[in-house]
Structures are given as C-alpha cells and as structure tokens.
C-alpha cells in the first residue's frame, strides 16, 4: 500500500521528532535533557491518556530552538512520508509552545517553509496549519494569530490542539472567525477525548471544513447523520488512537464503524515519532488488525486527496 498515492492531514511536525534527534538537537542547542540514552527517552513512550503524552511532547519540543531546526524536522518528515505514498501533507505546528520559550514566530514558519521546499523535487507538497492550543487562553490564541500575520503566504489555516477535555471550541469562536477573515482555512481537533458536542460546537462555532479525530462522533447518531450527509472529513489517527488508551487494542478500534456509516474517513499518523509509525505503517496496521481490503485502502488514500486543501488539478492528477 505504500504505493498507493495519498495526502496525509493530520501530522503535528513537532511529534515527528525522532528520539535521536531530539538528542542530536539537545547537544547542538546545548539543551540539557533529562534521560541519558535515546532508549531511556524511547522507554518513557508509554501512554495513558492524552494527556501523559503531551507532557513528555511539550518537553521534547525544547530543543527545537533555530531556523535550522525547523527546516531539518519538517524535511525529515516529508522525506519519510514520501517513501511511504505521501504526495501532499498539510502539517501543523504549535508556535505558541515555541514562543513560550523565547523563540519567533519568524524561524518557526520560515524554517518549515524551508524544509518542505528543500523536498519539493521528491514530488511532495505541504502545506502549513497553524495550531491553537486549547488548554491556553482564546486571548493567547488571538496574539498569536496577530503574530502570523506577516507569514500569512505560508500557512494554509488554522487548527486547535492540546488537552481537550474543558476546553470547548466554543472558546476559540471569535479567533477562528478572525482567520477566516484572514483567508485562512478551519480545522480543529474534536472528538478525540472529547464528547460528540465538541464536533458539534466545531462544526458550527468554527465552521471547520474537517474534523481532526472526531471518533467520539459515534456516540451521537444525529451527529453521524450529519456527518455523512455533509461529508465532513474525519482525520482519523489509528495508532494514536490505541497508544493514548481511546481503544486497548488496535483491533477494536471503530474505523470500520466510521467506514460502514458512510462517512468520509481519512487515515493519519498524528505524532508518529511517538506511537509507532508513519501514515503507511498507519495504513499496515488497519489491514492487519482490522481487516480493512486493499479496496478499502485505495477509497481511504482518495478520501484523504478529496479531503486536502489541494486545487482541483492537483487533486485529480493524484486520484
Ligand atoms: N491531540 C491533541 N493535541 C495534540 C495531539 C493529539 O493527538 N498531538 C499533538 N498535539
Ligand atoms: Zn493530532
């Protein structure tokens, strides 16, 4: 299946980051790290919720501090993606994590801007989505947004990330009406942790055009109707699902549900320094475990073309 053409939509660059370069940025950075080896770092990669994973993530993320850095991870990345069948990616990134810690918003996006232009002649494209991260306030979020402003040609859209639980779209409503202002496309994680009326309040609060994760969607039979008579994109991230405990073994997971309901399903890493694979090794595993036909893999890989920010003749030159 690594074959197959597809777009990858839902990829946080910063956990992409592979344990050793967490360490080979730490020594160039002179970042000190709390583990010894890149097997005590790997060994630390046991999840149990969303929120156990985000904190070892944020903490990882300190070593990213230069122009460099950036363009490094996101052509590291794209250079995986593109052996595994990626033509197009639309990544996100979380510069208020970044900015926290001193660093500008200049060499986070000019720096993946250069790393997915260092790429381009292996025939994959990119695309930026600037994230919010939920768990801080809708006022950080909106100077952040007024920070992005002068690199508005680099980044596609908007997204909201983070901790999910207590922490509404609805919080977000007048930033991701300002980014639509701004020419700006909508996607938010909802669903993930968080109850179907997070996909509601996304869909109608922040008018997103795709919903990152959305599995609790199934909880809600109205909601799925909805979804399907619409189709909204789901983003789904299977490995990520398992590793952050939403379901104990791969083959429970509700993806063929989420197929057989009609919806327009997607098929994502997420973080895939951390849970165990790239979008193919994502593909893979759902054929494996979840018995999931060649067939339903090519419809898979087409939804997630159908369902990027690409052009129409880009989209059809890839379907
Ligand atoms: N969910 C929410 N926020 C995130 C994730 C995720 O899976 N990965 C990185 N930030
Ligand atoms: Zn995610």
Known sequence: MLDIPKAELHVHIEGTMEPEMVFELARRNEVEL???????????????????????????????????????????????????????????????????????????????????????????????????????????????????????????????????????????????????????????????????????????????????HGIRALYDPGLVDRLRREQTPLTVCPLSNVRLGSFDHLSQHTLPRLMAEGLMVTINSDDPAYFGGYVGENFSAVREHLGITREQLRQLAANSVRASFLGSERKSALL
């Open 34 to 212: 709390p583990y010894s080896s890149v097997a005590e770092l790997r060994s630390r990669y046991e999840f149990t919720d969303l929120q156990s994973f985000l904190d070892i993530y944020y903490a990882n993320m300190a070593v990213l501090r230069t122009r460099r850095d950036f363009r490094e991870l996101a052509a590291a990345y794209l250079r995986e993606s593109a052996r595994q069948g990626v033509r197009h990616a639309e990544i996100f990134f979380d510069p208020q994590a970044h900015l926290a810690r001193g660093v500008e918003m200049a060499p986070i996006v000019e720096g993946l801007s250069e790393g997915i232009a260092e790429v381009a002649d292996s025939g994959v494209t990119a695309e930026l989505i600037l994230c919010f991260l939920r768990d801080e306030s809708a006022g950080s979020a909106m100077d952040t947004l007024r920070l992005a402003e002068p690199f508005l040609d680099h980044i596609i859209g908007v997204g909201l990330d983070s901790a999910e639980v207590g922490h509404p779209p609805s919080k977000f409503t007048d930033v991701f009406e300002r980014a639509r202002e701004l020419g700006l496309r909508a996607v938010a994680h909802a669903g993930e942790e968080g109850p179907a009326e997070y996909v509601r309040e996304a869909l109608d609060l922040l008018r997103v055009e795709r919903v990152d």
